[in-house]
């Protein structure tokens, strides 16, 4: 007579010492009651006394030989091999799964075991110095702001739900047998067709089915939940407690991404948290890290993998809502490389010429037709809209970055005057309220809506700024149009600055709109008043300037927008140290005016030969040269912080 094998109960049965009928992967308790249905891999192994290899300090891998022993192409393109045998052999592979990994129901290959036991140990870490019910409440909080992670935001709110119910059990090796249950989840392929919908496609990383990716939107949201909370009793009161939050948040979104790269499946979902994680980064380690640029990197690598630089709307078998979020992904990945590009003054890595131009329609579930232009009247503010508008300004960035290298052609003015055009009517198409007029402080509107305005009129200005960047002579000698455009861009950024308060990230926080829109404003008008242009000048007024110009560099000084040891700090603080000696230089009275009489003017032209050439870099090497000016190495440096 041959005995039935025993069967091991899942843990919510076990600890409850209820039966369990053993069914995977959910029992049918948990299915009924909604819970977490763990089952353990070795359930009746006995436990050792002795102190677990976990605790080693440098644990090594152990050897997993691979389950499917070829990688995962991806998206190949029509000089590829596969176009040619395509023709011989179609490809009849369901639209419904786009993944490569492990079947269902088998082992998944670990892809780097040792990778693994990292997440679960700063899991394990993390989980024992605060409350994942705190956590959640933190992310909670930050969203009913009215923020959210502007790719991930359909998913946010669930996953932090799924993740705070996720970990139950508290025994010494629990980590690890999550661990272990998230990667089986993590290796399923993501299924759809062209009846799923939102819910339908959410619900197979949610609860029981996690993966790490669901841990990875969830601590994306945490670490940035710690930059736009300064205080919250339950988690942190300090600085020194939020930035230790942040930092291991930030870590277990590394260790979800990684583990789930290791996979080598690329799908939707890791897309959407390759891109978060990256912001993460540049919130973390600064937009000039390059911690930062390397993410960036990585992300447009799996656009392009995944095939989504290609027309999405033309596959079939895909549901809109999933067409949409993948316009969104292209169009927020599109718009962050020209945006980092031109910030740091390297060339663009994703170009029109290779990629089918799209963006997202401003409902999820809804196609969008008719021209990139057309906007409904009745659009709403938020992150979709901000998506679609950001894309639209990269699109003419990308094309003035390409005059740029053939600045010499006789045609470049006038392509410059036809993508002047464009930009006028793109501006023209957007629906009214979308259009900032007036001062921000007397728009009506929540604060969400206020930063939304904000960033579209920066963003309109500053493609009509490079325009005139591109077209100027030399940077020395800047003419009145774009004294004016820099008037306009630094005056809303100091209005940002001032009314910070009531404003909420919409796309962009506030240094990265001081840093990219104000810093480069600031400089072109430093420029000209250096030059004594009061022909240039004379269009907006003077004593305006210099008000924005004191706003500008006491704010930073003070350190109400960026202190010591913040990642951007060493960027604003020089810049605003060159500000600071010039407007000592235009008060006092014991200088001399920065201008020469005419046919003295040797110590300028020394000076500009020495400034950068480069017109796309506004780094520290552009304020560096500025403060070399003949007429500002007469005035000591400000004291720090005063």
């Keep these: 007579m041959v005995m039935a094998s025993r069967l091991a109960a899942c843990e919510a049965c076990r ?219 339950a988690l942190y009161t300090t600085e020194e407690q939020q930035y230790t939050l942040r930092r291991l948040a930030t870590k277990l979104c590394d260790f979800s991404l990684e583990i789930s790269l290791s996979l080598d499946c690329l799908n939707d979902l890791q897309l959407i948290v390759q891109y978060e994680n990256f912001i993460v980064h540049s919130y973390v380690d600064g937009d000039q890290s390059y911690h930062s640029w390397r993410k ?149 509107g929540s604060p969400f809506e206020r930063d939304f305005l904000a960033h579209v009129r920066l963003n309109h200005l500053h493609v009509l700024f490079l325009l005139r960047l591109l077209l100027l002579n030399t940077m020395t000698e800047p003419d009145i149009p774009i004294i004016e455009t820099a008037g306009q861009m630094l005056a809303l950024v100091v209005e940002a600055i001032l009314l910070r308060d009531q404003l909420t990230n919409s796309g962009t926080g506030l240094i990265w709109k001081v840093a990219y829109y104000g810093l480069p404003a600031a400089g072109i008008i430093l420029l000209a008043l250096l030059k004594q242009q009061s022909h240039a000048t004379q269009s907006i007024s003077r004593t305006k300037i210099l008000r924005d110009l004191s706003v500008f560099v006491a704010e930073v000084q003070i350190g109400t927008i960026v202190r010591s040891g913040d990642p951007n700090f060493a960027l604003l603080s020089r810049a605003t140290q060159t500000i600071q000696r010039f407007l000592d230089s235009f008060h006092s009275d014991s200088v001399p005016p920065p201008a020469l009489e005419a046919g003295h003017d040797d110590g300028n032209e020394d000076w500009a030969a020495l400034l950068s050439q480069d017109l796309w870099d506004y780094e520290a090497g552009f304020w560096q040269s500025l403060a070399d000016h003949p007429s500002l190495l007469a005035i000591d440096p400000p004291l720090p912080n005063v």
């Excluded at 353990?40 to 436990?47: E, L």
């Excluded at 045998?85 to 075991?113: L, M, Q, R, Y």
């Excluded at 999820?364 to 009247?377: E, H």
Aim: proline letters at 7%; charged letters at 20%; a neutral charge.
């Design 15 to 233: 600890k409850s010492k209820l039966a369990c009928d053993h069914q995977q992967p959910v029992c049918s308790r948990c299915q009924a009651t909604q819970g977490v249905c763990i089952y353990r891999t070795a359930p009746f192994k006995r436990r050792r006394i002795e102190k677990p290899i976990l605790k080693s300090p440098d644990p090594s891998p152990s050897y997993s030989p691979r389950r499917n022993p070829y990688p995962n192409p991806g998206y190949l393109g029509l000089s590829s091999h596969a176009a040619i045998f395509k023709h011989i052999t179609p490809d009849d592979h369901s639209a419904g799964s786009h993944a490569v990994g492990p079947e269902v129901g088998t082992e998944p290959w670990i892809g780097d075991n040792h990778l693994l036991l990292q997440g679960a140990d700063v899991l394990k870490h993390l989980l024992t110095l605060y409350s994942l019910l705190s956590m959640k409440e933190l992310v909670e909080f930050w969203l009913a702001k009215g923020t959210n992670l502007a790719l991930a935001e359909p998913f946010v709110a669930q996953c932090a739900e799924s993740v705070s119910q996720l970990f139950e059990s508290h025994d010494e090796s629990w980590h690890l047998v999550y661990a272990r249950r998230l990667l089986q989840n993590s290796a399923r392929p993501l299924q759809f067709d062209a009846s799923t919908d939102l819910a339908g496609f959410s619900s197979q990383f949610l609860d029981h089915y996690a993966r790490w990716e669901t841990l990875g939107i969830f601590f994306a949201a945490v670490s940035r939940a710690t930059i736009d909370v300064p205080f919250f009793p």
């Design 296 to 444: 960036l990197g990585d992300v447009i690598s799996s656009t392009f993998a995944l095939g989504y630089h290609e027309n999405t709307q033309a596959k079939t078998g895909i549901p809109p809502f999933l067409v949409d979020l993948r316009k969104a992904a292209f169009a927020r990945i599109y718009s962050a490389d020209k945006n980092i590009g031109i910030f740091l003054g390297r060339p663009p890595r994703m170009n029109k010429r290779f990629c089918h131009f799209q963006i997202p329609s401003c409902d999820l579930n809804a196609r969008l037709n008719g021209s990139t232009n057309d906007w409904d009247p009745d659009t709403t503010v938020g992150y979709r809209a901000d998506t679609r508008w950001s894309a639209l300004c990269a699109s003419l960035k990308e094309e003035i970055w390409e005059l740029l290298q053939d600045k010499s052609d006789a045609s470049c003015v006038a392509k410059a005057s036809e993508i002047q055009h464009k930009a006028e009517e793109q501006w023209k198409a957007l629906p009214n309220h979308f259009r900032l007029e007036s001062s921000l402080k007397q728009c009506v």
